[in-house]
């Protein structure tokens, strides 16, 4: 299930999760995904639901921007898990791409376009 792709906000990055099945968690990003961002990001990449779901969508078609301690955070909470997660990485631009994959990504995630 694909969540529509939400318009770039004016205040700031915006982070959102949502549960879609069982083991299924879906992260929506938006704007630019900065510094600024950084602490929600983890924080929201710790808890529930994404914190419990073994398969993860992160829906980037809004995301204008994304600095590199942003992607190294997914990588982290990605990876530092004691199970695996398959993550799925859907929507990014081509600079976004660029920088998920700077990141190493594209190593333990599938970046659709």
């Known amino acids: 299930?694909?969540?529509?792709?939400?318009?770039?906000?004016?205040?700031?990055?915006v982070v959102a999760v949502t549960a879609t099945g069982e083991r299924r968690a879906v992260l929506v990003l938006a704007g630019d995904v900065g510094a600024g961002a950084l602490r929600e990001l983890e924080e929201r990449l710790t808890v529930p639901p994404l914190s419990e779901a073994g398969e993860w969508t992160v829906d980037l078609s809004a995301v204008t921007r994304i600095d590199l301690a942003c992607a190294y955070a997914l990588l982290r909470a990605a990876t530092q898990r004691p199970e695996t997660v398959t993550l799925l990485l859907r929507g990014a631009r081509r600079p976004v791409q660029r920088t998920l994959r700077h990141a190493g990504l594209d190593a333990v995630a599938v970046i659709e376009e």
């Open 1 to 13: 299930m694909a969540a529509a792709p939400l318009p770039t906000p004016p205040g700031g990055p």
